[in-house]
């Protein structure tokens, strides 16, 4: 069994600066030819900050262009994308 994707290969992959709603177009296409994965970027976009300080969250965020200051920000914002996502995924 493959490992789960991360909160840090979502960013990689599809976070570019785009807008978030560009984003969530591009990973519901993928999501579509690999209905499996929907699981896995719901578990990643919803992260515990609450056991921790939260920085490898910010970081993720930080890293895709997105600029963050703190990990309620950053899950604000990934709360968002999901949404999104989760939207064009029941189109």
């Known amino acids: ?15 570019r ?7 969530a177009l ?4 993928l999501a579509r030819i690999h209905p499996e994965i929907v699981d896995e970027i719901y578990a990643a976009l919803t992260p515990d900050i609450g056991s921790g300080n939260g920085q490898p969250l910010i970081d993720a965020v930080n ?4 600029r ?3 990990a309620l920000e950053a899950k604000e914002f ?6 999104l996502f989760m939207r064009q995924v029941a189109i």
Request: glycine share 6%; charged share 20%.
């Open 78 to 83: 990934c709360a968002e994308l999901l949404a």
């Open 17 to 23: 600066q785009d807008t978030l709603e560009d984003v």
């Open 63 to 66: 890293r895709s262009g997105y």
């Open 68 to 70: 963050v200051s703190n």
């Open 26 to 29: 591009e990973m519901a296409g």
């Open 1 to 15: 069994m493959s490992e789960p994707i991360t909160l840090e290969q979502i960013f990689a992959a599809f976070v």
